[in-house]
């Protein structure tokens, strides 16, 4: 069985479910297995979405993807000067 990958806004809306589904006493394990997840992604979900509405979840995952390419960039631009700074020091 292959991976299935949920937006955003289907997971805020299984662990609202998973929320009411607990309230009424069901335990995890029975949780996932209604909403189709393992316990582990309910977990994982709950430690990175727990609390957050969808707006807000959408806009952290647009921060973390401009973090990644920005941490990328400083890493390109560190290289370049490394070999600068290799380059000037071979000339004199």
């Known amino acids: ?3 299935k990958r949920h937006t955003v806004e289907e997971v805020i809306t299984k662990l609202r479910e998973a929320d009411v589904l607990q309230s009424k006493g069901q335990t995890v394990p029975e949780i996932c297995r209604q909403l189709g997840i393992s316990d582990q992604t309910y977990y994982n979900w709950r430690k990175e979405y727990g609390g957050l ?3 807000q979840a959408k806009r952290f995952k647009q921060l973390e993807q401009e973090n990644s390419r920005l941490k990328k960039l400083v890493a390109d631009l ?4 490394a070999i600068l700074k290799e380059a000037a020091r071979g000339n004199w």
Do not use: E, F
């Open 78 to 81: 560190s290289m370049d000067n």
């Open 53 to 55: 509405k969808i707006d």
């Open 1 to 3: 069985m292959g991976k």
